[in-house]
């Protein structure tokens, strides 16, 4: 709703009589004030008209329970994105437990939110992380903090993250854990009963996409990839793994269910084994620093010394930043080389064509470098299309608190919360034509279809301030993963194989194992 008002200025007469437009709640902020330069009077209610909340299409309380639990979508949000848009159109609100969302599944519309998000955006409210932190006396962090003091930790751990030139220094240590994987997916196969098959390959990615992302970290090799894991890597595997899977369940129940259900003592049991170990790992290495420093050597590491090195945050910041940076470090490896692996085993021409990219550029097994993956370009198409096709993340938040918004001709006042529908966004045909199929090429420079798709209809890592700051990282794994890969190995089929489908569990991962063939090259 927006107004006319004129000016009477008490301080400012040159400025008397004259007429703005501003919004409504800006307005009656000015009125409410009462003091000021000059007061407000309303000369013309509404010049122009917005729709509301409650002027959008949407699923009841009802009509989502029964989509979730008789439909059978329970695990399957994402497609339930598609199916909603085809019912409601682009913009639509749905409201479950706590939850009042409004839902925005067009890339133009992704865009006017993104727009409109403000100096300090917040995905979305995280309120059973912040109480367990204040349960435990822990310092907030990205995900909890807000406004300038989120910022500030951003800011902190932006460089050595998303700098191309800073990444690059992760190369060897990323490669030493590659060399790992493949002498696990080796030891696998030869075991397996044809030689060959490697079951349940999303497993030992997870691992190698653990690994990888607290080599870097933590400057630890924690042992994901061995045969016989120690006791607190295989402890802290599990503390991630049940406080992701916890984290939903808890934000939805009422709090009351505390003191009769276990989800929520299950919840702080694990953040309390991650925090630990996370903490322990981390004040080895400060140990380690701090013997260095007093007998005069020159400290060198890769992000954890950075961190502590600066003193930029406190000890208790740095806990909390590490294990978050973990959390999302991993999933997005693991998640998008098992699609990759599956779809390629399935399209001999696209994993042929992506070997003799990699063969021309890097040939027998010379290592990749980050100078030679700028020459790869089809191999950052394969990795682009999975994230098209599998976002990691199908859904992201935007909570606005600074300001109200208008979306697609629609009035929002702050602190509504946004559902930006990344995957259905990324499938529309008229985005990218034959979109539930494998294409690589779409993203190739020179074709046609490149040109053809908004920007904003696949942005698997997100943009602005609260884009993943972990995406060059994450980059640097699945390339050097995927094209030592092919190096040693084709990629087929399982004798069994089968038709595979995603599930929603907060993340889009394989909703079956996946078993692959691994055929060493001659």
């Known amino acids: ?15 008397h009589g ?4 501003v919004p409504l709640e800006s307005t009656l902020r000015m009125l409410r004030s009462g003091s000021g330069d000059f007061n407000v009077q309303i000369q013309a209610v509404k010049t122009e ?7 959008l299409p949407g699923p009841s309380l009802s009509t989502t329970a029964y989509w979730l639990f008789v439909k059978g979508y329970a695990d399957k949000a994402h497609a339930m994105q598609v199916e909603h848009r085809k019912l409601y159109g682009p913009i639509w609100r749905s409201r479950f437990g706590p939850f009042d969302l409004v839902n925005v599944a067009s890339p133009e519309l992704i865009l006017q939110v993104i727009k409109q998000e ?8 995280l309120p059973h992380w912040r109480e367990y932190r204040d349960l435990r006396g822990q310092a907030y962090g990205l995900h909890v903090n807000e406004g300038p003091e989120w910022h500030r930790i951003r800011s902190i751990l932006n460089p050595k993250m998303l700098k191309l030139k800073e990444v690059s220094g992760y190369a060897p240590v990323v490669h030493q854990v590659v060399g790992d994987l493949l002498q696990r997916l080796e030891s696998l196969r030869q075991r397996s009963p044809d030689g060959a098959t490697v079951s349940n390959l999303a497993g030992e990615l997870y691992k190698f996409g653990f690994e990888g992302i607290s080599a870097i970290l933590f400057e630890s090799r924690l042992g994901c990839l061995r045969e016989d894991i120690p006791e607190d890597t295989l402890r802290f595997i599990a503390a991630v793994d049940s406080m992701l899977t916890l984290s939903q369940t808890v934000l939805f129940l009422p709090l009351w269910t505390r003191r009769i259900l276990p989800f929520w003592r299950r919840f702080v049991r694990a953040w309390d084994d991650l925090y630990h170990i996370a903490r322990k790992l981390i004040d080895r290495r400060a140990q380690e620093i701090n013997e260095m420093v007093e007998r005069g050597e020159e400290v060198e590491g890769m992000y954890l010394s950075y961190l502590l090195s600066n003193e930029k945050l406190s000890l208790g910041e740095v806990y909390i930043s590490i294990a978050e940076l973990l959390l999302g470090g991993i999933d997005t490896t693991s998640n998008t080389l098992s699609w990759t692996l599956y779809h390629l085993a399935r399209d001999k021409d696209i994993q042929e064509r992506l070997y003799q990219e990699i063969s021309s550029v890097c040939p027998g097994m010379q290592l990749p470098s980050r100078e030679d993956l700028t020459r790869m370009p089809y191999l950052k198409a394969v990795i682009k299309e999975i994230l098209r096709m599998y976002p990691v993340v199908p859904g992201n938040g935007r909570l606005t608190v600074d300001n109200d918004v ?5 009035w929002f006042a702050k602190n509504t919360q946004f559902h930006l529908c990344h995957y259905a966004a990324s499938h529309l045909e008229s985005e990218f034509p034959d979109a539930e199929r494998f294409i690589p090429e779409r993203w190739l420079r020179g074709n046609p279809a490149q040109s053809r798709h908004h920007p904003y209809s696949s942005i698997p890592f997100g943009v602005g301030v609260r ?5 060059r990282v994450a980059e640097l794994e699945m390339y050097f993963a995927l094209s030592r890969l092919l190096q040693h190995y084709e990629v087929r089929p ?5 038709s595979l489908e995603p599930k929603t569990r ?11 063939r691994f055929i060493p090259r001659v």
């Open 467 to 471: 884009a993943c700051v972990g995406r």
């Open 494 to 498: 399982s004798n069994f194989a089968h």
């Open 118 to 125: 403000g100096q300090y955006p917040i995905r979305t409210d």
């Open 406 to 410: 208008v979306v697609d001709n629609y």
């Open 1 to 15: 709703m927006w107004t006319t008002v004129v000016l009477r200025p008490a301080l400012r007469p040159k400025l």
């Open 49 to 55: 008209k917005y729709k509301t909340i409650d002027d």
């Open 18 to 21: 004259v007429t703005l437009a």
């Open 506 to 516: 907060t993340l889009l991962v394989p909703g079956a194992p996946i078993n692959l």
